[in-house]
């Protein structure tokens, strides 16, 4: 590792592989057999885990060894999947679309829950 890893980037990387899988951080901490507290600690970017705490994290996202550091060098996890095609990506497109749409519609508690993750996901906590 030269200098100092990004944090942040990995804990964002952590927190959107996880939802990707659709897993809690209870479910993941589960698989990768460690605390969730290691998982919370993790995704706040406040404590990085030791080899092999990080070795587990990264088998139980599915990512392969090494992907962490990798991610806080502002490199990309090699496990990730190749990029989809086009079908898939339109195909999430329009899902997204469905979801703003019940957004849009919502009175409000959604609509705020989701402009939170949103904005912790790109690292804008005061929005754009």
Do not use: C, H
Not at 25 to 53: F, H
């Amino acid at each position: 590792m030269a200098g100092e890893l990004d944090r942040e980037r990995i804990a964002k990387y952590v927190v959107a592989r996880r939802g990707s899988l659709g897993l809690t951080q209870e479910q993941l901490a589960e698989r990768a057999g460690v605390t969730v507290k290691t998982i919370y600690n993790l995704e706040a970017g406040e404590r990085w885990p030791q080899a092999r705490t990080r070795s587990a994290i990264e088998d139980a996202l599915q990512w392969r060894p090494g992907d962490l550091v990798r991610i806080g060098e502002g490199g990309e996890p090699a496990g990730a999947s190749p990029r989809p095609g086009m079908d898939v990506v339109l195909k999430e497109l329009d899902e997204l679309n469905a979801y703003f749409a019940d957004l849009r519609a919502d009175p409000g508690d959604k609509r705020r829950m989701a402009l939170a993750f949103l904005r912790a996901l790109y690292g804008e906590p005061d929005g754009r």
